[in-house]
């Protein structure tokens, strides 16, 4: 079975302050793995994928099969970056994705 | 490029009755997801529809089930409601039905049983 963990509800920093959005996961082969972003208003929407090994709005991600973790990061957020984020995981040669319950992540000014 | 829409947005139905989702999927994308979301949770995978085929399905029962038309728009039809069916339900479309495309989400239909 696949399982994703996101320990923390909510996080809150001050602007310029380091992000890191905890993600764990659990399954025994070789998963995909992503972030979702919905800003308020907004709908749900990639923000990024572990195998594109990008950086998007100043956030990365890196895939840690040896603690199964897949953090988000961001060295300085920005009031922008306000909004409720779910990490993503499909096991391999499925379709059905596995979401976290999500954090909310609130940037003080 | 039209994105992916979602009717109705709201909707109150009472338990035992029986509701249909409609969702349609962005220009040029075959394939669509539903999920459901129940407050203060992720989205949970209930089916996926590829080119008018189920292709993958969730840990939901078979009272839950699904259509997609040739025009890849797609229904979502829950029978015999139950108070725990109450919650956001998403719909997503992407190019193709591999678990790697990006989906595109809609904004949800808001389901409330009584």
């Known amino acids: 079975a696949q399982r994703v963990t996101q320990p923390e509800k909510l996080l809150s920093v001050f602007k310029g302050a380091p992000v890191e959005l905890k993600c764990n996961y659990s399954?025994?082969?070789?998963?995909?793995l992503f972030w979702y972003v919905q800003y308020s208003r907004q709908r749900l929407q990639l923000l990024l994928r572990h195998i594109s090994r990008e950086s998007i709005k100043g956030f990365t991600a890196d895939l840690n099969k040896g603690e199964t973790s897949f953090h988000l990061k961001k060295p300085f957020a920005q009031e922008e970056d306000s909004a409720m984020y779910y990490c993503?995981?499909?096991?391999?040669?499925?379709?059905?994705?596995?979401f976290g319950r999500g954090t909310s992540l609130i940037v003080h000014p | 490029e039209t994105g992916v829409t979602q009717s109705p947005t709201h909707l109150i139905k009472t338990r035992g009755q029986q509701v249909t989702l409609r969702c349609s999927s962005q220009s040029g994308h075959n394939t669509v997801s539903w999920y459901q979301q129940a407050l203060g949770q992720g989205p949970q995978f209930i089916f996926q529809?590829?080119?008018?085929?189920?292709?993958g399905r969730g840990n939901f029962p078979p009272r839950f089930s699904g259509l997609q038309f040739p025009n890849y728009s797609s229904e979502l039809n829950v029978n015999a409601l139950e108070l725990d069916d109450s919650a956001l339900y998403l719909c997503?479309?992407?190019?193709?039905?591999?678990?790697?495309?990006?989906?595109?989400f809609g904004p949800g239909t808001r389901l409330l049983v009584l």
């Open positions: 529809y590829y080119r008018e085929e189920e292709n």
């Open positions: 997503a479309s992407s190019l193709a039905g591999g678990p790697g495309e990006t989906q595109y």
């Open positions: 993503a995981l499909i096991g391999g040669g499925s379709y059905i994705p596995t």
């Open positions: 399954y025994s082969g070789s998963p995909e």
